[in-house]
């Protein structure tokens, strides 16, 4: 059977990357992302390679347009078998510049909140069927705070801490859940800081292939670069708080341009 698959934040990054490959994989593919242009962009390009696509525009943290574009998708398809959560901002600064909460809402509407929205959406469905993959990105910077990205570190610590709830909640029901947290890859979002900032920076095409591996294993946990966000994960998650406090206050990165 085709695979039916949603992706959130499909216009760029990885999530344009897995639109492309999963395309070739002859997915019918519901793709969302709030600017049109670049949706129409990746739309065509899918289904240049083969892929029937269905380009939903719209805000995942507005939770009528993601029930609006649930029902598109089960008008279409009927149902889903994959949605691939990927959709999220961010927005950095260090406190000391200025701690804004606003910033904070900004980043935990898309990231946290437009997960949660589309979890919502497509659970039921799941359910009923016993079967699906719930595929959510979070981020290795998600493993321990990080200094000048509060808001960002901290929603992808929340969508860590979701998804393994909602694993064990779901557990024996046939839906998969997977918490995919990558490195540093080359994106829009990565695009302020400097590549020396930025360790074993990873293409997003090798990005996407990992992500694709591991839903189809059904991995619990897919991390990548491994010798980076193992590291992380393994070593600089567990040191103790002082040692830790030293290693990332050393950290330099490069302020956003503005």
Known sequence: MTRRVLITG?????GRELALQLAREGCR???TGRRKDRLAEIAQAAQELGAEVLPLAGD?????CVRDHYAAIRAGFAGLDWAILNAGISKSGSAREGFRAQD???????NVF???NWIEAVLPDMLKAGRGAIAGV???????GVPRSGAYSSSK??????????????RGTGVDVITICPGFVRTELTSRWKPQDMPFLMEPEAAARRMIAG?????????????????????????PGFLYDRVASGATYRRPNK
């Open 10 to 14: 499909a216009t760029s990054g990885l």
């Open 29 to 31: 593919l519901a793709l």
């Open 60 to 64: 995942v943290g507005d939770p009528a």
């Open 104 to 110: 904070f809402r900004d980043v935990y509407e898309v």
């Open 114 to 116: 437009g997960m949660v």
């Open 138 to 144: 979070a981020s290795v910077a998600g493993f321990r």
């Open 157 to 170: 610590a929340a969508v860590i801490a979701l998804l393994e709830s909602l694993r064990v909640d779901l």
């Open 215 to 239: 839903i189809k294993r059904k991995q619990r946990l897919v991390h990548f670069p491994w010798i980076f966000s193992a590291t992380v994960k393994y070593v600089v998650r567990n040191m």
